[in-house]
T-cell receptor, first 109, second 117 residues
Framework: KNEVEQSPQNLTAQEGEFITINCSYS?????LHWLQQHPGGGIVSLFM???GKKKHGRLIATINIQEKHSSLHITASHPRDSAVYIC???????????FGQGTRLTINP | KAGVTQTPRYLIKTRGQQVTLSCSPI?????VSWYQQTPGQGLQFLFE???????NKGNFPGRFSGRQFSNSRSEMNVSTLELGDSALYLC????????????????FGQGTRLTVV
C-alpha cells in the first residue's frame, strides 16, 4: 500500500460543478502539498498546509491531522481547471516528499 | 522574478550513454530537489541539495547522481542510460533552510523530458 493515496484517479465533471479530490496518508507528516500539473509537464504548487484550511480564489484545501486526510475543493469549476492534481506528503524524519498517483480532472463546458 | 529553469526541455539519448540535466533555482533559493515522473510510477523523489550538500537521496541506483554549485544551480547526471530511464525529470527549489518537505513551499520547473532509445 502506498504511503499516500488519492481518489478518485479520474474525474470528469461539467462546468460549474463543485469538485472534491481526496488524499489519505498513512505516516506522520510535516506538511501536505497540493500540486497542479498541466499537459506539457509543468507543476504549480497550489497549497502547502499542516493544519486547518487554506483558500485561494476558487480553490480550498483542508487537512485533518488526526484522520490523516486532506481534501482539495474547487468551486464553480471551469474548463481551465482541467489538469492533474497531485498531493504530496512531507514525511516527518524522512525529509522528502512522497507523492500520490494524481487525479486527472476534466471539466467539460 | 524568474522561475525555476530547467535545461534542456527535451532530450533523446541512446542506451548506454550518459546525460546531464541542469536546474537553476529561483534567485535566493538554496534548496533544490529532483524528481522523476513516469506513467507507471508517478512522481518519485531522487535527491535534495542544500548549500552544495546532498541532504537526502531517494531509492534510485548509483547511476543517478547530482551536485549543487555555490550559486545554488544544480545538475543531475544519469550514466549508462537504460530504456526505463525515459521520464520527465523535474526539479524544485525552495526558500527554506531545510529540505523541501519541512514546511516550505516548492517551486517547480517545467521539467526535462528524457527519451532513451
Amino acid at each position: 500500500k502506498n504511503e499516500v493515496e488519492q481518489s478518485p484517479q479520474n474525474l470528469t465533471a461539467q462546468e460549474g460543478e463543485f469538485i472534491t479530490i481526496n488524499c489519505s496518508y498513512s505516516v506522520g507528516i510535516s506538511a501536505l502539498h497540493w500540486l497542479q500539473q498541466h499537459p506539457g509537464g509543468g507543476i504549480v504548487s497550489l497549497f502547502m498546509l499542516s493544519s486547518g484550511k487554506k483558500k485561494h480564489g476558487r480553490l480550498i484545501a483542508t487537512i485533518n491531522i488526526q484522520e490523516k486526510h486532506s481534501s482539495l475543493h474547487i468551486t464553480a469549476s471551469h474548463p481551465r481547471d482541467s489538469a492533474v492534481y497531485i498531493c504530496a506528503a512531507g514525511l516527518q524524519g524522512a525529509q522528502k516528499l512522497v507523492f500520490g498517483q494524481g487525479t486527472r480532472l476534466t471539466i467539460n463546458p | 522574478k524568474a522561475g525555476v529553469t530547467q535545461t534542456p526541455r527535451y532530450l533523446i539519448k541512446t542506451r548506454g550513454q550518459q546525460v546531464t540535466l541542469s536546474c537553476s533555482p529561483i534567485s535566493g533559493h538554496r534548496s533544490v530537489s529532483w524528481y522523476q515522473q513516469t506513467p507507471g510510477q508517478g512522481l518519485q523523489f531522487l535527491f535534495e541539495y542544500f548549500s552544495e550538500t546532498q541532504r537526502n537521496k531517494g531509492n534510485f541506483p548509483g547511476r543517478f547522481s547530482g551536485r549543487q554549485f555555490s550559486n545554488s544551480r544544480s545538475e543531475m547526471n544519469v550514466s549508462t542510460l537504460e530504456l526505463g530511464d525515459s521520464a520527465l525529470y523535474l526539479c524544485a527549489s525552495s526558500l527554506g533552510r531545510g529540505p523541501v518537505s519541512m514546511n516550505t513551499e516548492a517551486f517547480f520547473g517545467q521539467g526535462t523530458r528524457l527519451t532513451v532509445v
